[in-house]
């Protein structure tokens, strides 16, 4: 599913999430709970404020987020 995201870039550049979208659905990251690197694509495993914990993944080419996985606090989702 793509997503829109609102990233921080830190002093050193490096970007994180701080805020998605899910068509009108805002959803506020809480803590980047994990960080991985691919060729082109970079991946945040990060809880929103709904509780729920989202894997997203950046195509560093196209600079296109997607939602890769979807877990609610307690069930699969």
């Given at each position: 599913?793509?997503?829109?995201?609102?990233?921080?870039?830190?002093?050193?550049?490096?970007?994180?999430?701080?805020?998605?979208?899910?068509?009108?659905?805002?959803i506020e990251v809480i803590e980047?709970?994990?960080?991985?690197?691919?060729?082109?694509?970079?991946?945040?495993?990060?809880?929103?404020?709904?509780?729920?914990?989202?894997?997203?993944?950046?195509?560093?080419?196209?600079?296109?987020?997607?939602l890769t996985s979807f877990k609610?606090?307690?069930?699969?989702?």
């Amino acid at each position: 599913m793509e997503i829109s995201v609102k990233c921080y870039a830190d002093y050193l550049g490096e970007e994180r999430p701080t805020v998605f979208f899910m068509g009108v659905h805002r959803i506020e990251v809480i803590e980047v709970l994990d960080r991985w690197l691919a060729p082109d694509h970079r991946y945040f495993k990060v809880e929103g404020d709904d509780g729920g914990f989202y894997i997203l993944r950046h195509d560093v080419v196209s600079d296109k987020w997607e939602l890769t996985s979807f877990k609610q606090q307690g069930r699969a989702a």
